[in-house]
């Protein structure tokens, strides 16, 4: 199948999924209203083979070292799939289903699923990545900018992490964990329960944002748009935290969006 934009529609929920920009969701409009920052860059779009920034993007597996492109100078940033086009390999009314086949820069081969599931009240999303040659470190996450403000109200964030992870002056976190400290935020938060973020724009809507992960990013520095990212590792988590694929065993998330009017 091609790398067309796919429209998903449940109830009075629609979502705009683009293979061909970086396998993204382009929008989400709840009952009219769009949830999602507009824009080529913005969106939600997946993090993978890793999320965050890369230390100098550089990472090790055993005694060899690779070397990433510097897309965010000194460091590498949110992977390679979200400058490339994916492939749909299916889609219904409320769900699409794509693929990505890791190539270079990455040093080695697996293909990553992502699936985009819509319902009434809610967003789930999936994603894999498996190999059948040799196991590799990689990471899985999703980079959401939810607008700030929607129909004239301002967003408000509420969660409880365990810790935030100390931010270097480089971005990067420093290997300590503190307490969560208040924002503004571009910072990692553990939250070992599962991630549960609330984003409530009062008088409109509640969003929630859960995963089994125990990781997630928020990002509020900019006046447009509010980030909360689930993620399977820290920034930096190539070197510090790695989670292997192997042949045997696939590297898997998911992430669930879920609102309700108010």
Known sequence: MSNEPITLTAGDAEATVLPGNGGRIGGLRVGGTELLRQGERYGCFPM???????????????AVVHQMPLNSPPHAIHGTARDAA?????????EAVLTYDLTDPWPYTGRVTQVIALAEDAL????????????????????????????GTGVEIAF?????????????????????????????????????????????????VTSPEQWVVVYD???AAVCVEPQTGPPNGLNTLPRLVTPLEPLEATATWAWRRL
């Not at 890369?54 to 055993?62: A, C, N, Q, T």
């Not at 590799?136 to 129909?151: E, M, S, V, Y």
Request: proline fraction near 10%; hydrophobic fraction near 30%; glycine fraction near 10%.
């Open 48 to 62: 993978v083979p890793w999320c965050g920034r890369i230390r100098d993007g550089r990472f090790s597996d055993g």
């Open 86 to 94: 994916w492939r749909t390999a299916r889609a219904t009314a409320d």
């Open 124 to 151: 789930t999303l999936t994603m894999s990545v498996e190999t059948y040659e040799s196991s590799f470190p990689a990471q899985i996450g999703w980079h959401p900018w939810f607008n700030r403000i929607l129909d």
């Open 160 to 208: 409880d992490p365990s810790w935030q992870e100390e931010r270097g002056d480089d971005h990067l976190p420093t290997g300590n964990r503190v307490a969560p400290k208040p924002g503004p935020w571009d910072d990692c938060f553990g939250m070992p329960d599962g991630v549960d973020v609330t984003l409530t724009w009062p008088g409109r809507l509640e969003l929630k």
């Open 221 to 223: 520095e900019q006046e």
